[in-house]
């Protein structure tokens, strides 16, 4: 992902290409690249979105969380492989509940959550449905639960002006 190499196991979705186009999106959002940041990438999952846009803006602070503390220990580990662990925190929580206790807001939030119809379940390719984590998967009924949510608390967390980039489909 990105040009780096991440740890993956059970616990976290397997990265792919077109979740680059969260970090794409930022860098062009925010391109001086030494800028002071605040950015949150919430459903962190192994890391990818957080470690990527951190290597790529040095000045950022970036807040990952999810709500699996078995991801955020392969999260972790990945901020640490690529020498960003000390501008990454890491939160546990339920979408935007793991940054509660950031008190600044926040330039951006990234985010890609869960999005996939639950019924979609068995059309899944048995790569994904068999060894991904269906927490990190399944949106609910209309494959939008969490994205509703999302939305609707964004803008508490954001300084005005500042961005929610997400990744969803149908």
């Given at each position: 992902?990105w040009?780096?190499?991440f ?15 969260i ?49 955020l220990?392969v ?16 939160r ?9 206790s950031v008190?600044r ?16 379940g068995p ?7 068999d ?20 939305v ?9 002006g500042g961005?929610?980039?997400f990744?969803?489909?149908?």
């Open positions: 992902f040009g780096l190499k740890e993956v196991n059970p616990d976290v979705l397997i990265p792919r290409p077109a979740t680059e186009l970090v794409e999106a930022l860098l062009e959002l925010f391109p001086n690249r030494d800028a002071p940041l605040t950015i949150a990438d919430v459903c962190t999952g192994c890391g990818c979105v957080a470690v990527a846009v951190a290597h790529e803006r040095p000045g950022a602070t970036v807040v990952a969380s999810d709500i699996s503390p078995e991801a220990e999260a972790r580990r990945n901020a640490d492989r690529h020498g960003v662990g000390r501008r990454v925190s890491f546990t929580g339920d979408l935007l509940q793991g940054l509660d008190e807001p926040f330039d951006a939030i990234l985010a890609n959550p869960p999005y996939v119809v639950d019924r979609a059309a899944l390719q048995p790569e994904v449905r060894f991904e984590p269906a927490l990190a998967l399944f949106g609910g009924s209309d494959g939008l639960e969490l994205i509703t949510r999302l609707s608390e964004a803008p508490r967390k954001l300084r005005p961005y929610l980039v990744e969803f489909g149908l």
